[in-house]
């Protein structure tokens, strides 16, 4: 893996062979899962599969790029995507947006139509159904809940501290946007959506097997034919 390989860009990296791997891209989810980004790497390749991760440092490197950059042409070079929302919400800020590189590449995933399989973990879940359930939906509802607790005496509001602590509320917030599948600005009936689907995971072991489910992605190659 040499210098120069390392600086000619993904997209003319692409060999005009149509029978080369899919490729599999990996959102940027590091903190708190590294054991699970494992177990997908592994699952992904026995499936035949190639893998871009961060995590795993398999996604190619411009030296002329940022790593926001690189791992967005990652995602467009892509054949498949497998989104990870946990409570994490992600270290990777961008500064002029204030939204983290792996919510980007969940967009633009969305945005490409890309066959995609998006994880949540279940105490994002849980927040998410808690608040709704005390009447705090959607981005506006969350934003309420915030201004809400600010104004508690430390003690009233010490149990919603804590399930803030438990799951960053970007992470809900992520997580309801992907819920609106690839209408992501359109107010559709839940079962008028498309590209919606989010399974929820609780161990490690995430759900990967459901890419068994999904037709074998075809290349970009093949697509362009």
Known sequence: YNIRHMEIRWTNRISADSCRRPIVFVSSTVYDKKDMLDHIRIQVQNMNYDVRMSYAGTIPANSTESAYQDCLDAVRDADFFIGIISPSYGSGIISRTGTSITQEEMRLARELKLPRLMLVDERVKVLADFLNHLGFRGEKGRSEFRSLIEHYSPADAKPFKAASRICDMRSVDLYDEMLLGEDAEAERP????????????????????????????????????
């Open 190 to 225: 839940a079962e008028d959506r498309k590209g919606n689907w989010i399974q929820e995971f609780r161990t490690v072991v995430a759900p990967v097997h459901r890419l068994r489910t999904v037709p074998r992605p075809e290349t970009r190659q093949m697509r362009l034919r």
